[in-house]
């Protein structure tokens, strides 16, 4: 008989080969997250939050995006309303939002951490908030334990060439959780931005030295690459807007560009491609030589509205899909690596869900003797991470690649309650695997199924990454008390 709860323990696990699957296998996994914006000083510091909004609403842009498709003002969204206005604007919008996978995620994250089986609707906003101003006082709900009690293993942040490295090991040490910085690089090519020259003018500072030239430059940048090595860094990571385009210009051409840069001239559309072509090209070779992953976040229409962008900052949930990208270019890049010997592993994340086939197809085209999975189809990634845009990215992949061999889930998220993505995967994957069982797409091998779930959901991302193993289940054992009102 079907549950009448929402959130319930078969939630999206329709067959008994997906409840055995899940229950079985996944659920007890505990999770690497090798790509999240999670604020490193705010993890070793074990964070307190005062109130529902600060923790579930203040970092999250997804939502923020809803509220303003919904009409909600921004002074309830970024602004200076209360939090208890920002959240009962989110109470309001949430049963708008039927259909989108904050609407899962939203349940799973109130029913996981809080106990709370309701979905939030402006009925019962008042008594959901004080239920959780209640127990948001208690240890458990501070930063660190709240990410133990997803079942964190180990995670990667996100960090720019200039920050400060220090808290990844103090939370390392404090709370047993695996937490390694990863290099966000975009601020290395940002040579059009406003912020670009005080930025370069602060990593003069920080290596000591005066950045005259191009040979200056990459000194620089590999002293921080260094530093970001000794800290245990695994990856690095760098966003390729919608007109990425790949082309190598000589030595002496990119000498003169970055001169150009270097006095605040301002470079043509082709200059300034062929110099973040020679510094990607240098950088993929450094990221080699330390045995680091490159990830690839591509198609993010960034350039939208300039309002919303002046009133909330860069990363402000206004951000939409762009076009296709150029195949030919990025192709180019990765070949550019490849015949100096030093094209390292690479996910390829696309916005653009029109771009799936062509890059799972490409995670054949760069293989390497003894290295499986050299190239990957990264996650279903921001927009695509709903129920069908998951269930999509397995079949692409199945398809034109090899699924075995993917790296899982991650959750993009500065919010520590956004690891319930985790769970939403590995419930869509379970579900997804034991449906083509159904259809006998795949044989009834609970095996061979058992053993595919592991390697997807922690195996292969431990693998991939050389993450050290914690061996440890998760520490969640028991959510608080189920609360159930009959108001919604």
């Given at each position: 008989?079907?549950?009448?709860?929402?959130?319930?323990?078969?939630?999206?696990?329709?067959?008994?080969?997906?409840?055995e699957?899940?229950h079985?296998?996944?659920r007890?996994?505990?999770?690497i997250?090798?790509?999240?914006?999670?604020?490193?000083?705010?993890?070793?510091?074990?964070?307190?939050?005062?109130?529902l909004?600060?923790?579930?609403?203040?970092?999250?842009?997804?939502?923020?995006?809803?509220?303003?498709?919904?009409?909600v003002p921004?002074?309830k969204?970024?602004?200076?309303?209360s939090?208890?206005?920002?959240?009962l604007?989110?109470?309001?919008?949430?049963?708008?939002?039927?259909?989108?996978?904050?609407?899962?995620?939203?349940?799973?994250?109130?029913?996981q951490?809080?106990?709370?089986?309701?979905?939030?609707t402006?009925?019962?906003?008042?008594?959901?908030?004080?239920?959780?101003?209640?127990q948001?006082?208690?240890?458990?709900?501070?930063m660190?334990?709240?990410i133990?009690?997803?079942?964190?293993?180990?995670?990667?942040?996100?960090?720019?060439?200039?920050?400060d490295?220090?808290?990844?090991?103090?939370?390392?040490l404090?709370?047993?959780?695996?937490?390694?910085?990863?290099?966000?690089?975009?601020?290395?090519?940002?040579?059009?931005?406003?912020q670009?020259?005080?930025?370069?003018?602060?990593?003069?500072?920080?290596?000591?030295?005066?950045i005259?030239?191009?040979?200056?430059?990459?000194?620089?940048?590999?002293?921080?690459?260094?530093?970001?090595?000794?800290?245990?860094?695994?990856?690095?990571?760098?966003?390729?807007?919608?007109d990425?385009?790949?082309?190598?210009?000589?030595?002496?051409?990119?000498?003169s560009?970055?001169?150009?840069?270097?006095?605040?001239?301002k470079l043509?559309?082709?200059?300034?491609?062929?110099?973040?072509?020679?510094?990607?090209?240098?950088l993929?070779?450094?990221?080699s030589?330390?045995?680091?992953?490159?990830?690839?976040?591509?198609?993010?229409?960034?350039?939208?509205?300039?309002?919303?962008?002046r009133?909330?900052?860069?990363?402000?949930?206004?951000?939409?899909?762009?076009?296709?990208?150029?195949?030919?270019?990025?192709?180019?890049?990765?070949d550019?690596?490849?015949?100096?010997?030093?094209l390292?592993?690479?996910?390829?994340?696309?916005?653009?869900?029109?771009?799936y086939?062509?890059?799972?197809?490409?995670?054949?085209?760069f293989?390497?003797?003894?290295?499986?999975?050299?190239?990957?189809?990264?996650?279903?990634?921001?927009?695509?991470?709903?129920?069908?845009?998951i269930?999509?990215?397995?079949?692409?992949?199945a398809?034109?690649?090899?699924?075995?061999?993917?790296?899982?889930?991650?959750?993009?998220?500065?919010?520590?309650?956004?690891?319930?993505?985790?769970?939403y995967?590995?419930?869509?994957?379970c579900?997804?695997?034991?449906?083509?069982?159904?259809?006998g797409?795949?044989?009834?091998?609970?095996?061979?199924?058992?053993?595919?779930?592991?390697?997807?959901?922690y195996?292969n991302?431990?693998?991939?990454?050389?993450?050290?193993?914690?061996?440890?289940?998760?520490?969640?054992?028991?959510?608080?008390?189920?609360?159930?009102?009959?108001?919604?």
């Amino acid at each position: 008989m079907r549950d009448k709860k929402f959130i319930h323990d078969n939630f999206l696990l329709s067959n008994p080969t997906a409840r055995e699957l899940f229950h079985g296998v996944a659920r007890e996994l505990p999770i690497i997250d090798y790509h999240n914006h999670i604020d490193p000083v705010a993890l070793a510091e074990n964070r307190r939050y005062e109130n529902l909004t600060q923790l579930w609403l203040s970092l999250d842009p997804y939502k923020h995006r809803l509220m303003r498709i919904s009409g909600v003002p921004e002074a309830k969204i970024t602004g200076d309303a209360s939090d208890y206005d920002k959240f009962l604007a989110w109470a309001h919008t949430l049963p708008q939002a039927v259909g989108n996978p904050l609407y899962h995620w939203s349940a799973l994250e109130l029913q996981q951490m809080f106990g709370i089986e309701e979905v939030l609707t402006p009925k019962n906003a008042s008594q959901i908030w004080q239920t959780c101003q209640e127990q948001l006082p208690q240890e458990e709900f501070r930063m660190a334990n709240l990410i133990k009690r997803w079942g964190v293993e180990t995670m990667s942040t996100s960090d720019d060439l200039l920050d400060d490295l220090q808290p990844h090991q103090q939370a390392t040490l404090t709370h047993s959780v695996n937490v390694y910085p990863s290099l966000r690089g975009d601020t290395i090519l940002a040579f059009s931005s406003q912020q670009y020259r005080p930025w370069l003018r602060e990593l003069e500072k920080k290596v000591n030295t005066t950045i005259r030239n191009l040979e200056d430059y990459q000194v620089a940048i590999q002293q921080k690459i260094d530093h970001f090595d000794q800290a245990d860094c695994r990856l690095a990571d760098h966003a390729l807007d919608p007109d990425f385009y790949f082309e190598l210009p000589s030595e002496g051409q990119a000498v003169s560009y970055f001169r150009q840069v270097i006095l605040g001239n301002k470079l043509s559309e082709q200059e300034r491609a062929q110099l973040t072509s020679y510094l990607l090209n240098f950088l993929g070779k450094a990221y080699s030589e330390k045995g680091w992953i490159l990830q690839l976040h591509i198609g993010a229409q960034r350039r939208t509205s300039t309002r919303l962008k002046r009133i909330t900052g860069g990363a402000g949930g206004f951000a939409s899909i762009g076009n296709s990208c150029d195949i030919d270019s990025l192709c180019r890049f990765l070949d550019s690596l490849e015949q100096a010997g030093q094209l390292p592993k690479t996910i390829l994340y696309t916005l653009n869900p029109s771009d799936y086939e062509a890059f799972a197809s490409l995670t054949g085209s760069f293989a390497e003797d003894g290295v499986a999975g050299k190239i990957q189809l990264g996650p279903a990634w921001w927009y695509n991470d709903h129920y069908e845009g998951i269930q999509h990215h397995l079949k692409v992949l199945a398809n034109y690649g090899m699924l075995s061999r993917f790296v899982g889930m991650t959750t993009d998220s500065r919010s520590p309650l956004s690891f319930s993505r985790h769970e939403y995967f590995r419930r869509v994957l379970c579900n997804t695997l034991s449906t083509w069982v159904e259809k006998g797409h795949l044989p009834n091998d609970i095996d061979l199924l058992s053993e595919l779930v592991q390697n997807l959901c922690y195996e292969n991302a431990q693998q991939y990454m050389k993450y050290e193993t914690r061996n440890r289940v998760r520490a969640d054992c028991n959510p608080p008390e189920r609360i159930t009102n009959n108001s919604n």
